[in-house]
């Protein structure tokens, strides 16, 4: 048995209820767990996340120098497009608007509270072979 397991994500934020709707909506989530200082959901797939208050919270900058890329999360999604559509519907926002061509084609967003993270195509772009 291991030692530690994997447990819960957790984002500092000025506002955990209104953080976690935001990625409620994203990830077809369910709320789990509610205190006064921090608020936890679980994604359809499993996956957990939680906000905890923080009044004095400096969000991320990236890509500029100060504060930068403190951390950020991957998302995989079936249509880049649609899902694009869907953060910024909800509030998020554009650090890059496309990604590099490659065999994992990605960009780049900040949630409402500035938190980075990246929509990663799911399906491979690479070229058949054979």
Same mark, same amino acid.
């Given at each position: 048995m291991a030692l530690v397991t994997a447990a819960v994500v957790v984002l500092d934020c000025a506002e955990p209820? +209104?953080?976690?709707?935001?990625y409620m909506e994203l990830l077809d989530a369910r709320?789990? &767990?509610?205190?006064?200082?921090?608020? #936890?959901? +679980?994604?359809?797939?499993?996956m957990r996340m939680a906000f905890r208050r923080d009044a004095n919270v400096t /969000? /991320?900058?990236? /890509?500029?120098p100060e504060n930068a890329f403190q951390v950020h999360l991957d998302f995989h999604v079936d249509d880049? &497009? #649609?899902? #694009?559509?869907?953060?910024?519907?909800?509030?998020?926002r554009p650090l890059e608007t496309k990604? #590099? /061509?490659?065999?994992y084609e990605e960009r780049g967003y900040a949630d409402p509270a500035g938190h980075s993270f990246t929509l990663r195509s799911a399906r491979s772009t690479a070229p058949k072979q054979g």
């Open positions: 209820e +209104k953080l976690a709707a935001f709320q789990t &767990d509610v205190g006064s200082n921090r608020v #936890e959901i +679980k994604g359809a797939d499993g /969000p /991320p900058s990236w /890509p500029r880049l &497009d #649609e899902a #694009e559509l869907r953060v910024i519907g909800l509030g998020g990604g #590099e /061509p490659g065999p």
